[in-house]
């Protein structure tokens, strides 16, 4: 075999093996605590309030959250101040 067979031969197997990593990585890209927006709970707590307003609400995990409402892309949107401790990620 000519040498540009060879590197042909070599960068499509290369692909092949690396195919199921790059598809698990896609479909897997939002499952570990990244979502798309802020949560509807979020956006509840700061509605009929103005920026600045101090609110709590419950966030995704049953927790309670202390924030602060700020605009964000158009909305008023509960902040936390501070991140609850989620525990070590595994």
Excluded at 7 to 32: H, K
Excluded at 35 to 52: M, T
Aim: charged share 25%; with cysteine.
């Amino acid at each position: 075999m000519n040498k540009q067979k060879m590197l042909v031969l070599t960068l499509a197997t290369a692909l092949l093996g690396l195919a199921p990593t790059i598809s698990f990585g896609a479909e897997n890209s939002g499952q570990r605590g990244q979502h798309q927006g802020p949560p509807p709970e979020a956006i509840e707590a700061c509605k009929d309030k103005q920026a600045g307003d101090e609110v709590g609400f419950t966030g995704r995990k049953g927790e309670t959250l202390e924030a602060i409402c700020q605009e964000r892309d158009g909305k008023l949107v509960a902040m936390p101040t501070s991140m609850p401790d989620h525990g070590p990620r595994q």
